[in-house]
């Protein structure tokens, strides 16, 4: 079983930068994607930014130009830096690994942005 751990959440003022991790463990197979979902209260959980194995990244509109995605593929970690905070960011952010065509989803992490 694949175990998917988000950190770094936390609250920030409007305006301000934060780093995702997450870190994906307990498998021997290649992860093919990485990706980064939100979900505000009232509103759906929305993709942010994905990576594949091969280094493709892919962005919301709603985000991009503000936040980076990025990987560490030798430690299956992936990071979201988020600059240019606004309070619409705030959310649960979840992080996802898809292995051999599986979805294994972390626990969440919260992020306030302060307007």
């Known amino acids: 079983q694949v175990h998917v751990v988000e950190s770094g959440g936390g609250l920030v003022q409007a305006g301000g930068s934060l780093r995702l991790s997450c870190a994906a463990s307990g498998t021997i197979f290649g992860i093919n994607l990485m990706e980064w979902y939100r979900q505000a209260p009232g509103k759906e959980r929305e993709a942010v930014a994905t990576?594949?194995?091969?280094?493709?990244?892919t962005y919301s509109n709603s985000v991009k130009g503000r936040f980076t995605i990025s990987r560490d593929n030798a430690k299956n970690t992936v990071f979201l830096q988020m600059n240019s905070l606004k309070s619409e960011d705030t959310a649960v952010y979840y992080c996802a690994a898809v292995v051999l065509g599986t979805i294994h989803w972390g626990q969440g992490t919260q992020v306030t942005v302060a307007s």
């Open positions: 990576i594949s194995s091969a280094g493709s990244k």
